[in-house]
C-alpha cells in the first residue's frame, strides 16, 4: 500500500500522536523513527488517556506492528514503565519490537543534561534535562552504548567500563560531583537489559518484509520541524531530526519507499522552552488558549506558550518535508472567538518578510503581520461531517490550504479518537 511518514510542522505538540492513533486503524505497521523520552503523546481511546514517550501511538491496534526505531534514544526504565502501563489497561503489547540499534539514555546523560544547564544559567535552552542531547552526542562521537549490547553482558561492561572513566572524569574534574560506579550502573542496566530481551530485534527484516507485502507503515515522527537541529530555530532546537528526511534514516528503509507525507499543524501555535516565536501571545487571549486547550506539556508539564498561526513559519515546513497532506488539531479551540488571526507574512524594520529567516537574531526581531478573519460562536466539538461545520470554520480552514499550498485531509474537533474528522479522503 504506502509508507506515510507524520510529521510535525510546527515547534512540537502538533498532536501527531492522536493522528497516528487514528490513521493505525488500517496500518500494518508504526515506526517511530526520531528523538526520545523527551517527547510526549497524548492519546485518548477507549482503553483510557495515556502519555506516551516512547511506545509508537500504534500500540492500540492489535493488528499492527509497532516499532522503536534506531534513530530513538531509549531510557530503560522509562520505556519498561510505559509498557507496564499498556499492559495494566489490558493492550497487548506482544506486537512492540525495539531496534537493536536504538542508542540507549545512561544515568550520566542525564547527569550532564542537567548540571550544563545549571552552567548557562540566564542562558539555558530550555531542555528536559532527560538526557536526550547528551546521549545523541554521544552517539555521534562514537561512545554510545545500544540495546543490542545489553544482551552480551560481557561486552556490555567492557565498553560501559571504558565509557564511564571518561564520564567520572568530567563530572568529577569539571563540575566536581560524585563518580558513578561501574558495578551499580552494570547491574541496573543489565536488569533493564533482562526485561527488554523479549522486545529487541534487528527491526530490518521486519520492516522490509512489511513492505514487500506492500503494508500500510507509518512512520511515527517526534517534536516538530521548527526544532530540527539543522533547519529550526538552532541552537533552540532538539538533538535529531524530525523532518521526514529523518523517517528513513530512524528506521532504517531507502526514502524512495516512502509515498506520502503528513504536516501535522494545530489550529493555532505553541513552543515550549526558549527561543524566538514570533506570533506568541504573551495576554489574555495567549492565557484563553492556554486554559481552553490544557496547554502544558505531556512530558514535563511546563505551560506552553500559545500564539496565532504562523503561515510563514508553515510554509517554510512544507517546503523542508514536501508535505503531501495535512492534518490540523485543536480547531474546536477557536470555538466562541469572535475573530480569529493568521501570521501571513513578518515585518523587520521597513521590510517585509514572506520567509522564514535561519538566523534567530533576525527572527526575534521580526513581528507579525496578520490576517483576520471572523470566528463562530457555536461549539464544533459534536461535529462529526466536515459539511455541517460552520462557514467561518470552513473558511478559516480553505485559508490555510490557500497559504501553505497544500490540502488539509483531517481535521480534529477534540481529545477523542471519534473527533478526528475527515474533509477528504487521505492516502
Known amino acids: 500500500m504506502a509508507v506515510v511518514v507524520i510529521v510535525g510542522g510546527q515547534w512540537g505538540d502538533e498532536g501527531k500522536g492522536k493522528v497516528v492513533d487514528f490513521l493505525a486503524e488500517k496500518a500494518d ?20 488517556e495515556f502519555r506516551l514517550h516512547l511506545v509508537p501511538a500504534g500500540i492500540f491496534r492489535a493488528h499492527t506492528t509497532c516499532i522503536v526505531g534506531n534513530g530513538v534514544v531509549v531510557n530503560p526504565p522509562v520505556l519498561l514503565e510505559e509498557i ?20 540507549l539514555i545512561m544515568p550520566y546523560h542525564i547527569l550532564l543534561d542537567g548540571l550544563e544547564e545549571e552552567r548557562r544559567g540566564g542562558k539555558a535552552l530550555g531542555t528536559t534535562r532527560r538526557g536526550i542531547g547528551p546521549a545523541f552526542s554521544d552517539k555521534i562521537a562514537r561512545m554510545g552504548i545500544r540495546t543490542g549490547d545489553l544482551l552480551n553482558k560481557d561486552a556490555f561492561r567492557n565498553r560501559l567500563s571504558s565509557i564511564l572513566e571518561f564520564k567520572n572524569a568530567v563530572l568529577c574534574k569539571v563540575y566536581g560531583k560524585s563518580p558513578l560506579s561501574v558495578d551499580e550502573v552494570f547491574e541496573q542496566y543489565c536488569h533493564y537489559g533482562d526485561k527488554l530481551r523479549p522486545f529487541v530485534r534487528d527491526i530490518g527484516p521486519i520492516i522490509r518484509e512489511a513492505i514487500r507485502n506492500n503494508g500500510l507503515i507509518l512512520l511515527e515522527g517526534a517534536q516538530g520541524t521548527l526544532l530540527d537541529p539543522d533547519f529550526g530555530t538552532y541552537p533552540y532546537v532538539t538533538s535529531s531530526s524530525p523532518l521526514a528526511g529523518g523517517g528513513s534514516l530512524g528506521v532504517g528503509i531507502s526514502p524512495r519507499e516512502i509515498n506520502h507525507i503528513v504536516g501535522v499543524f494545530k489550529a493555532y501555535i505553541t513552543r515550549v522552552g526558549s527561543g524566538p516565536m514570533p506570533t506568541e501571545l504573551k495576554d489574555e ?10 496547554e502544558y506539556g505531556a512530558t514535563t508539564g511546563r505551560p506552553r506558550r500559545c500564539g496565532w498561526f504562523d503561515a510563514v513559519a508553515a510554509r517554510f515546513s512544507g517546503e523542508v518535508n514536501g508535505f503531501t497532506e495535512l492534518a490540523l488539531t485543536h480547531l474546536d479551540t477557536f470555538d466562541g472567538f469572535p475573530s480569529i488571526k493568521i501570521c501571513t507574512a513578518y515585518r523587520l524594520d521597513n521590510e517585509i518578510l514572506d520567509s522564514f529567516p535561519g538566523d534567530i537574531a533576525v527572527l526575534e526581531k521580526c513581528q507579525p503581520i496578520y490576517e483576520e478573519l471572523s470566528g463562530w460562536q457555536g461549539p464544533i466539538d459534536g461535529i462529526r461531517d466536515f459539511a455541517q461545520f460552520p462557514s467561518e470554520a470552513r473558511r478559516y480552514l480553505a485559508r490555510l490550504e490557500e497559504l501553505l499550498c497544500c490540502p488539509i485531509n483531517l481535521v480534529s474537533v477534540g481529545s477523542r479518537r471519534e473527533q478526528m474528522i475527515k474533509v477528504r479522503p487521505t492516502f
Open 29 to 48: 505497521m508504526v515506526a517511530r523513527f526520531s528523538g526520545g523520552d523527551n517527547a510526549g503523546h497524548t492519546v485518548i481511546n477507549p482503553y483510557g
Open 84 to 103: 507496564n502501563n499498556l499492559q495494566e489497561h489490558g493492550v497487548d503489547t506482544s506486537h512492540l519490537f525495539i531496534s537493536d540499534r536504538a542508542h
Open 285 to 294: 487571549v495567549g492565557e484563553l488558549i492556554r486554559r481552553k486547550a490544557n
